[in-house]
């Protein structure tokens, strides 16, 4: 997984100035690339999390840790949910079919989602962190539990929205090299693609 998150990381950063104009059907194919394995990667993550939670929360005599388990499991069915419905959105996306416009409406709008995202993931470990100390002061083994799993799923789904934010960003970062902007007076401009 690590070695997936490298190339990736390594495929999507720009290069200083391209030398010939954008390839968009390659450009393509690499945005689409990039946002399927990382649905594969919060699919792994889920589903992982679904077999331990559940084994645990069976498994477990500790009622925090059971909790704990409990609250990982089904947070996960939502991430499994948002993967799979990010998998299937994407199937058979023809990375050719896109224009210019299409291509840079399509990353500019992933990558909102994605930093919206990543602030509803601060909230979550805000929530966790609230919950935990809250089951501490009543004696509330549940809310120590399900805090502690907010804190977990918060934590991991923060990184994963800032860092493909960021992969997003650095494509359309590139894609926008080849945008062409051409003063025409005092107050205008003429925006036109290279490709």
């Known amino acids: 997984m690590l070695s997936t998150v490298l190339a990736l990381t390594l495929n999507a950063a720009p290069s200083a100035v391209p030398a010939a104009p954008v390839d968009l059907t390659a450009w393509n194919r690499r945005r689409l690339s990039t946002n399927r394995a990382a649905m594969f ?17 069976g498994l477990e005599r500790d009622e925090r840790l059971r909790w704990l388990h409990l609250g990982n499991a089904t947070w996960n069915l939502v991430n499994l949910g948002l993967a799979l419905a ?15 416009r299409q291509s840079l409406d399509a990353s500019n709008t992933q990558e909102k989602i994605l930093l919206f995202n ?18 501490e002061g009543t004696l509330d083994a549940r809310l120590v539990g399900f ?20 992969l997003n960003g650095r494509l359309t970062n590139e894609l926008m090299l080849g945008v062409d902007v051409t003063p025409t007076g005092a107050m205008g401009a003429r925006v036109g693609w290279r490709w």
């Open 86 to 100: 990010g998998l299937i959105g994407d199937w058979g996306k023809d990375p050719a079919a896109f224009d210019a």
């Open 147 to 166: 805090g502690q799993a907010l804190l977990i799923q918060g934590g991991f789904l923060l990184v994963f929205d800032t860092v493909l934010a960021v």
């Open 41 to 57: 990667v919060l699919g792994g993550w889920a589903v992982g999390n679904i077999a331990v939670g559940a084994v645990g929360f």
């Open 118 to 135: 990543a602030g509803l993931d601060v909230a979550y470990i805000a929530a966790g962190a609230f919950l935990w100390q809250r089951g």
